[in-house]
């Protein structure tokens, strides 16, 4: 980035002492980093600090300035080339080379990013160098994207070594995490257009000078292929791979409780005083007439050697990335199963006592069931840290369409390591193909940032690790997406991140924030968010106790309809249950347009069932409809006017089927001509999901385009 150079460290005197003593880091080491919870809890040893090159609207360098929320970040012809240097001018057909990512000193590459990576590569055309410790030859030259997606595979095949167990759980999604030591230098070359699009990141540690740090080399893919596989397999499998100890030992106990809180009453789940310790895992299970309401309006306190206010505050459901209601995922720090039981596995140290407590703030009993996992441990006074994860929440944002403003995560003023955040929204927008809530960017400044921070993104669903504001739910070891309620990205959405490879140490400060940049003006748009992180003692935020406003039951509007505008301007709309053949086969429920939604249950394979619809003029359009997924759908294909139509037909069916939700999506047709007057389309049942609980096509609302 264009102000690498203050990103460089100034250590202070009191941090000598510990980089004199500081220990190796291997490829090895790196590897057990991207698994080891209890390395997070203290401060690091050798210091290091993590920073992100992305391709970031370079026009934004002045906080709330002209261009503070500027989106020219990687789409093409940005009027600052995104990039951190230029070695060679573009030629006439637009290639040039560049320098995207630079450093000089010890450290190690953490993550990388590229929008659709190596399924769509569109995110970053051309080709990378990647030179380590001032080598003139690249221990990688290839495609942009196998650097930013499929780095250790992708070194294997150039250099002849096997890709075997190189891949599983190290690439998530358009995210690589593929740790990359260097002792003395890292350099980035980029081969590429800037007219066409480059959209990435490249978070990097540099420690401080004196660390040793082993620089990776191709054969490394060879001595270290074992612990590459058993690192990968507990990525790919946390829930699988990660257990509590079976039994209590003299250094470990197992505390279990079952309670009933009363309306506002508190019960502690568990107390410990006197001695030092930390715990290892945190299981807990919510019970309640109301789940949704009482997932939110629980609240759990975990409180630490006596502070006068609990580290973790946060709703219950929040805390675990499961609100509202329970949304079965399972990623490395937190999992989420289906029966509604959720884990935390986080270290949580302690000097002297720790109380876990839960507070019902709502109106109706619940009942928590509660395990936890407590360890011995020697408290260092020099160097441990407390867990903090506090929640916070803005109902009832008025957002304007395009016009960006920064959200707070967390502003605190100490010592520590920032290690995740989760997302809870209430989306209200209306306009089915096009309500994505995050263009916005996170910026996290870090101790001596001024005007430019430690990490400038490229947009929300960037720095969760995917791309092009997707719908589709999905889990991995370090994020995840496990509500998304549709159609598109409306209504309540859940996004998770965890900095565990690459955890954001701060020695002084950290102010973290992501813009609310929206494509629509909407109104009642509910934005809750909790912030992970380790803090030495004397570390304090901008947190404020939650009101009973903060924690009121999660809603969504009521009988919302959609609107033609942006992307669907021109749209006409038909609500499935007022068309003609839809009598018999509605149900209700505020998730859908005018709160009901067509929903027929086949009995048999090629069934048949068809809606009608009127065009005023014949032509050729785009036809869309908002079909369910259930626990319980079948798989269907459709016929616009008797005949297939591309997107919405299938040769073995369009499958509805989901496991643990109901979401709304949107399935559209390529050109398709409608006659004036009426059109008919006829959804055929094509059976259903083996693991599909029925058959059932439900349909919500249809729309045609010119």
């Given at each position: 980035?264009?102000?690498?150079?203050?990103?460089?460290?100034?250590?202070?005197?009191?941090?000598?002492?510990?980089?004199?003593?500081?220990?190796?880091?291997?490829?090895?080491?790196?590897?057990d980093d991207m698994v080891n919870f209890d390395r997070l809890?203290?401060?690091?040893?050798?210091?290091?600090?993590?920073?992100?090159?992305?391709?970031?609207?370079?026009?934004?360098?002045?906080?709330?300035?002209?261009?503070?929320?500027?989106?020219?970040?990687?789409f093409g012809s940005e009027p600052v080339p995104a990039v951190?240097?230029?070695?060679?001018?573009?030629?006439?057909?637009?290639?040039?080379?560049?320098?995207?990512?630079?450093?000089?000193?010890?450290?190690?590459?953490?993550?990388?990013?590229?929008?659709?990576?190596?399924?769509?590569?569109?995110?970053?055309?051309?080709?990378?160098?990647?030179?380590?410790?001032?080598?003139?030859?690249?221990?990688?030259?290839?495609?942009?994207?196998?650097?930013?997606?499929?780095?250790?595979?992708?070194?294997?095949?150039?250099?002849?070594?096997?890709?075997?167990?190189?891949?599983?759980?190290?690439?998530?999604?358009?995210?690589?995490?593929?740790?990359?030591?260097?002792?003395?230098?890292?350099?980035?070359?980029?081969?590429?257009?800037?007219?066409?699009?480059?959209?990435?990141?490249?978070?990097?540690?540099?420690?401080?000078?004196?660390?040793?740090?082993?620089?990776?080399?191709?054969?490394?893919?060879?001595?270290?292929?074992?612990?590459?596989?058993?690192?990968?397999?507990?990525?790919?499998?946390?829930?699988?791979?990660?257990?509590?100890?079976?039994?209590?030992?003299?250094?470990?106990?197992?505390?279990?409780?079952?309670?009933?809180?009363?309306?506002?009453?508190?019960?502690?789940?568990?107390?410990?005083?006197?001695?030092?310790?930390?715990?290892?895992?945190?299981?807990?299970?919510?019970?309640?007439?109301?789940?949704?309401?009482?997932?939110?309006?629980?609240?759990?306190?975990?409180?630490?050697?006596?502070?006068?206010?609990?580290?973790?505050?946060?709703?219950?459901?929040?805390?675990?990335?499961?609100?509202?209601?329970?949304?079965?995922?399972?990623?490395?720090?937190?999992?989420?199963?289906?029966?509604?039981?959720?884990?935390?596995?986080?270290?949580?140290?302690?000097?002297?006592?720790?109380?876990?407590?839960?507070?019902n703030r709502g109106n109706q009993p619940v009942t928590i069931?509660?395990?936890?996992?407590?360890?011995?441990?020697?408290?260092?006074?020099?160097?441990?840290?407390?867990?903090?994860?506090?929640?916070?929440?803005?109902?009832?944002?008025?957002?304007?369409?395009?016009?960006?403003?920064?959200?707070?995560?967390?502003?605190?003023?100490?010592?520590?390591?920032?290690?995740?955040?989760?997302?809870?929204?209430?989306?209200?927008?209306?306009?089915?193909?096009?309500?994505?809530?995050?263009?916005?960017?996170?910026?996290?400044?870090?101790?001596?940032?001024?005007?430019?921070?430690?990490?400038?993104?490229?947009?929300?669903?960037?720095?969760?690790?995917?791309?092009?504001?997707?719908?589709?739910?999905?889990?991995?070891?370090?994020?995840?997406?496990?509500?998304?309620?549709?159609?598109?990205?409306?209504?309540?959405?859940?996004?998770?991140?965890?900095?565990?490879?690459?955890?954001?140490?701060?020695?002084?400060?950290?102010?973290?924030?992501?813009?609310?940049?929206?494509?629509?003006?909407?109104?009642?748009?509910?934005?809750?968010?909790?912030?992970?992180?380790?803090?030495?003692?004397?570390?304090?935020?901008?947190?404020?106790?939650?009101?009973?406003?903060?924690?009121?039951?999660?809603?969504?509007?009521?009988?919302?309809?959609?609107?033609?505008?942006?992307?669907?301007?021109?749209?006409?709309?038909?609500?499935?249950?007022?068309?003609?053949?839809?009598?018999?086969?509605?149900?209700?429920?505020?998730?859908?347009?005018?709160?009901?939604?067509?929903?027929?249950?086949?009995?048999?394979?090629?069934?048949?069932?068809?809606?009608?619809?009127?065009?005023?003029?014949?032509?050729?359009?785009?036809?869309?409809?908002?079909?369910?997924?259930?626990?319980?759908?079948?798989?269907?294909?459709?016929?616009?006017?008797?005949?297939?139509?591309?997107?919405?037909?299938?040769?073995?069916?369009?499958?509805?089927?989901?496991?643990?939700?109901?979401?709304?999506?949107?399935?559209?047709?390529?050109?398709?001509?409608?006659?004036?007057?009426?059109?008919?389309?006829?959804?055929?049942?094509?059976?259903?999901?083996?693991?599909?609980?029925?058959?059932?096509?439900?349909?919500?609302?249809?729309?045609?385009?010119?």
């Amino acid at each position: 980035m264009k102000r690498f150079l203050l990103w460089l460290f100034v250590f202070s005197v009191c941090l000598l002492p510990a980089i004199a003593q500081a220990t190796d880091v291997t490829t090895e080491t790196l590897l057990d980093d991207m698994v080891n919870f209890d390395r997070l809890t203290q401060m690091p040893d050798p210091v290091y600090r993590t920073f992100q090159f992305s391709s970031y609207d370079r026009r934004a360098n002045l906080p709330e300035g002209p261009h503070w929320f500027g989106n020219s970040d990687g789409f093409g012809s940005e009027p600052v080339p995104a990039v951190v240097r230029e070695i060679k001018k573009a030629d006439r057909s637009g290639i040039g080379v560049y320098v995207i990512a630079e450093v000089n000193g010890p450290g190690a590459i953490v993550r990388c990013w590229t929008a659709a990576g190596n399924r769509r590569p569109r995110g970053m055309n051309g080709d990378i160098r990647l030179y380590l410790d001032d080598a003139k030859e690249p221990i990688f030259e290839g495609k942009a994207y196998d650097f930013l997606d499929n780095l250790y595979p992708s070194i294997a095949k150039q250099h002849g070594l096997s890709t075997d167990g190189l891949t599983a759980g190290f690439g998530q999604r358009d995210a690589g995490y593929y740790p990359i030591g260097f002792a003395k230098s890292c350099r980035v070359e980029w081969t590429g257009n800037l007219r066409g699009t480059h959209f990435y990141h490249i978070e990097m540690r540099k420690y401080a000078e004196g660390a040793s740090v082993e620089t990776f080399r191709p054969e490394m893919l060879d001595t270290l292929r074992a612990k590459i596989k058993e690192v990968g397999a507990i990525l790919a499998d946390p829930s699988g791979k990660l257990k509590p100890v079976g039994k209590s030992t003299d250094g470990e106990w197992t505390g279990e409780s079952d309670v009933t809180v009363d309306p506002g009453k508190s019960a502690d789940l568990f107390k410990q005083e006197g001695l030092s310790g930390k715990i290892t895992w945190l299981e807990l299970k919510l019970a309640a007439e109301n789940l949704d309401g009482a997932l939110r309006q629980t609240v759990l306190a975990i409180t630490f050697d006596g502070h006068s206010r609990p580290q973790v505050e946060s709703p219950l459901g929040d805390f675990f990335g499961a609100a509202p209601g329970i949304n079965p995922y399972d990623s490395l720090p937190m999992e989420v199963r289906p029966d509604g039981t959720m884990i935390c596995r986080f270290v949580m140290p302690f000097a002297k006592s720790a109380t876990c407590r839960v507070t019902n703030r709502g109106n109706q009993p619940v009942t928590i069931q509660s395990k936890q996992r407590v360890a011995k441990h020697a408290w260092d006074e020099t160097r441990d840290m407390h867990l903090y994860a506090r929640w916070r929440v803005n109902h009832n944002l008025q957002v304007t369409a395009r016009k960006g403003f920064d959200i707070p995560f967390l502003c605190a003023r100490g010592q520590g390591r920032f290690v995740g955040c989760s997302v809870h929204l209430m989306n209200p927008a209306t306009v089915p193909g096009c309500n994505w809530w995050g263009e916005g960017d996170e910026k996290v400044f870090v101790d001596d940032d001024t005007n430019v921070p430690s990490f400038f993104g490229t947009g929300s669903e960037d720095y969760f690790n995917y791309s092009w504001s997707q719908p589709y739910l999905f889990a991995h070891a370090y994020f995840a997406q496990p509500r998304c309620d549709g159609p598109a990205t409306r209504a309540f959405v859940v996004n998770n991140r965890w900095h565990i490879l690459d955890d954001i140490p701060f020695y002084e400060r950290i102010d973290f924030f992501i813009e609310m940049l929206h494509h629509l003006s909407v109104d009642e748009l509910d934005y809750a968010r909790i912030s992970y992180y380790y803090g030495r003692p004397g570390i304090h935020s901008d947190h404020m106790p939650l009101s009973r406003e903060d924690l009121r039951e999660p809603r969504r509007p009521a009988n919302w309809e959609p609107t033609a505008e942006v992307r669907q301007a021109g749209a006409t709309y038909f609500q499935c249950e007022d068309l003609d053949g839809a009598a018999g086969h509605i149900d209700a429920d505020p998730q859908w347009s005018r709160g009901k939604r067509v929903l027929w249950t086949p009995t048999k394979a090629d069934e048949k069932m068809s809606l009608t619809f009127d065009v005023p003029k014949a032509g050729t359009y785009k036809v869309s409809v908002v079909m369910s997924m259930t626990p319980s759908a079948g798989k269907f294909d459709t016929r616009i006017n008797g005949k297939p139509v591309g997107g919405l037909s299938s040769n073995r069916g369009l499958d509805l089927y989901t496991p643990f939700h109901t979401i709304a999506r949107v399935f559209s047709s390529g050109p398709v001509e409608l006659k004036q007057g009426e059109n008919t389309i006829t959804f055929v049942s094509r059976g259903k999901n083996e693991a599909s609980a029925g058959t059932d096509i439900g349909a919500d609302f249809i729309w045609f385009q010119p």
